[in-house]
């Protein structure tokens, strides 16, 4: 067996342990890149340290470390309530609410599961109470939180954005970010219009609170909403400043956030003092794990080696739609982060052929490996699920596997058709 067979072998064998052992991926990555990279490649560990993401680590520690300090002093809840208080309270607005705030936080750097975990709870809370569709409320927290996703500045962009950039591909960070957003989008709106949203027209939390809140529900959030102390404010300042730093200036934004993280840890070192330990940390771990073992992967040529092959199927669009399909499937039961750090390298050889367009497949790839988070087996699905109140959890959860499965097998093909065969010739 080639060395570079085996490498992918040991790379499926990480997908599978992570999935159904519970084991950080990133772990297992880096154990096997260890153990491929001395046994197989003959790396020492200078080599296999060359892959490890330096650029990507310090941006995730640093969006998560703010966002860990926005959380502790009561700026992310303050957005939801002010949000809320803006829609004047009525219900048929709230999950396009939810929708919207999960996206603004993907969007200027929050992980994807963070967003979903701070949000989630609030909107599943509000659906059990004024009887909305949890899949319909969970469907648009998830689909929000991808919708932002790919900004710029975001977490999966910065990974997709680098991953190409270190490729030597052609990219386009807008089309990225607007590519999964309009899709998310689209899909929300089918949500809706499916799960129950039009009859929730015409009623409002003022009118339909229960009793704590009747007469003085939608008061309560206009209360909230106006509570803003010193240390939220300044938050609210370093995340328009984060956005500026990087969009206008041009600046680092790992780098730029963990600035402002220090600076309001310093004003605020009480509600700043955990911030570090919640960390995305097993984030953290995982995509320096899989792209530290892709760097083996590419130092030994099995990068080149699997490209090679995908483009030796001879109809080069059908080896895209299936590259979809396998960052779909997969994502669905693992990480869409790992997912996106392995395949897009995976790819590379494929789109140096020129037939295919690099920048909508490399958008088709990557919406294809996030779109699908709403499965209950990927991290939004399981926060979805374990922050709905009052349900049938077994029958929520086969809804949630049902609807995954249906994302998994229409949207590959939807994006295939859309951002990958105008580009082909």
């Given at each position: 067996?080639?060395?570079?067979?085996?490498?992918?072998?040991?790379?499926?064998?990480?997908?599978?342990?992570?999935?159904?052992?519970?084991?950080?991926?990133?772990?297992?990555?880096?154990?096997?890149?260890?153990?491929?990279?001395?046994?197989?490649?003959?790396?020492?560990?200078?080599?296999?340290?060359?892959?490890?993401?330096?650029?990507?680590?310090?941006?995730?520690?640093?969006?998560?470390?703010?966002?860990?300090?926005?959380?502790?002093?009561?700026?992310?809840?303050?957005?939801?309530?002010?949000?809320?208080?803006?829609?004047?309270?009525?219900?048929?607005?709230?999950?396009?609410?939810?929708?919207?705030?999960?996206?603004?936080?993907?969007?200027?750097g929050a992980v994807s599961p963070a967003a979903?975990?701070?949000?989630?709870?609030?909107?599943?809370?509000?659906?059990?109470?004024?009887?909305?569709?949890?899949?319909?409320m969970g469907a648009l927290v998830v689909h929000?939180?991808?919708?932002?996703?790919?900004?710029?500045?975001?977490?999966?962009?910065?990974?997709?954005?680098?991953?190409?950039?270190?490729?030597?591909?052609?990219?386009?960070?807008?089309?990225?970010?607007?590519?999964?957003?309009?899709?998310?989008?689209?899909?929300?709106?089918?949500?809706?219009?499916?799960?129950?949203?039009?009859?929730?027209?015409?009623?409002?939390?003022?009118?339909?609170?229960?009793?704590?809140?009747?007469?003085?529900?939608?008061?309560?959030?206009?209360?909230?909403?106006?509570?803003?102390?010193?240390?939220?404010?300044?938050?609210?300042?370093?995340?328009?400043?984060?956005?500026?730093?990087?969009?206008?200036?041009?600046?680092?934004?790992?780098?730029?956030?963990?600035?402002?993280?220090?600076?309001?840890?310093?004003?605020?070192?009480?509600?700043?003092?955990?911030?570090?330990?919640?960390?995305?940390?097993?984030?953290?771990?995982?995509?320096?794990?899989?792209?530290?073992?892709?760097?083996?992967?590419?130092?030994?040529?099995?990068?080149?080696?699997?490209?090679?092959?995908?483009?030796?199927?001879?109809?080069?669009?059908l080896a895209a739609v299936l590259l979809c399909?396998?960052?779909?499937?997969?994502?669905?039961?693992?990480?869409?982060?790992?997912?996106?750090?392995?395949?897009?390298?995976?790819?590379?050889?494929?789109?140096?052929?020129?037939?295919?367009?690099?920048?909508?497949?490399?958008?088709?790839?990557?919406?294809?490996?996030?779109?699908?988070?709403?499965?209950?087996?990927?991290?939004?699905?399981?926060?979805?699920?374990?922050?709905?109140?009052?349900?049938?959890?077994?029958?929520?959860?086969?809804?949630?596997?049902?609807?995954?499965?249906?994302?998994?097998?229409?949207?590959?093909?939807?994006?295939?058709?859309?951002?990958?065969?105008?580009?082909?010739?």
């Amino acid at each position: 067996m080639s060395a570079e067979l085996i490498s992918i072998l040991v790379l499926v064998v990480v997908f599978v342990i992570a999935t159904t052992r519970s084991i950080n991926m990133g772990a297992l990555a880096f154990a096997a890149a260890f153990g491929v990279g001395e046994l197989v490649a003959d790396l020492d560990a200078d080599g296999i340290f060359a892959g490890f993401p330096g650029d990507l680590f310090v941006v995730l520690v640093g969006v998560t470390y703010l966002f860990a300090i926005a959380r502790a002093n009561g700026t992310t809840d303050w957005l939801v309530h002010a949000a809320i208080r803006l829609v004047r309270g009525r219900i048929a607005l709230i999950p396009w609410v939810m929708f919207a705030i999960t996206g603004a936080l993907t969007a200027i750097g929050a992980v994807s599961p963070a967003a979903v975990a701070i949000v989630a709870p609030i909107a599943l809370s509000f659906a059990a109470r004024y009887g909305i569709s949890p899949l319909l409320m969970g469907a648009l927290v998830v689909h929000g939180a991808q919708a932002g996703g790919f900004s710029p500045i975001s977490i999966y962009g910065s990974i997709v954005n680098g991953v190409v950039e270190r490729e030597n591909l052609p990219g386009n960070e807008l089309v990225l970010f607007f590519a999964s957003l309009v899709v998310n989008l689209i899909i929300a709106a089918i949500v809706f219009v499916l799960f129950g949203g039009l009859k929730l027209k015409g009623r409002d939390l003022e009118s339909e609170g229960d009793g704590r809140t009747k007469g003085n529900g939608a008061g309560e959030l206009a209360a909230d909403a106006a509570n803003l102390t010193p240390a939220r404010t300044a938050t609210l300042t370093a995340l328009a400043a984060l956005v500026v730093a990087v969009l206008v200036f041009d600046l680092d934004a790992g780098l730029s956030a963990i600035t402002l993280a220090v600076i309001l840890s310093a004003f605020w070192p009480d509600a700043s003092r955990k911030a570090v330990t919640e960390v995305a940390w097993p984030t953290v771990l995982l995509i320096c794990g899989v792209l530290t073992y892709v760097g083996v992967l590419e130092e030994m040529g099995t990068i080149e080696y699997a490209g090679n092959a995908v483009g030796d199927i001879g109809v080069p669009l059908l080896a895209a739609v299936l590259l979809c399909y396998i960052a779909a499937i997969i994502s669905a039961f693992a990480s869409s982060v790992g997912i996106m750090g392995a395949l897009i390298p995976l790819a590379v050889p494929f789109l140096a052929q020129g037939e295919i367009g690099a920048v909508g497949m490399i958008a088709a790839l990557a919406v294809s490996a996030t779109v699908v988070d709403v499965s209950p087996f990927s991290t939004n699905g399981a926060l979805v699920l374990a922050a709905a109140p009052d349900v049938d959890r077994e029958r929520f959860f086969r809804q949630l596997m049902v609807y995954g499965g249906i994302v998994v097998a229409v949207v590959p093909a939807a994006v295939w058709l859309v951002m990958v065969v105008p580009g082909f010739g």
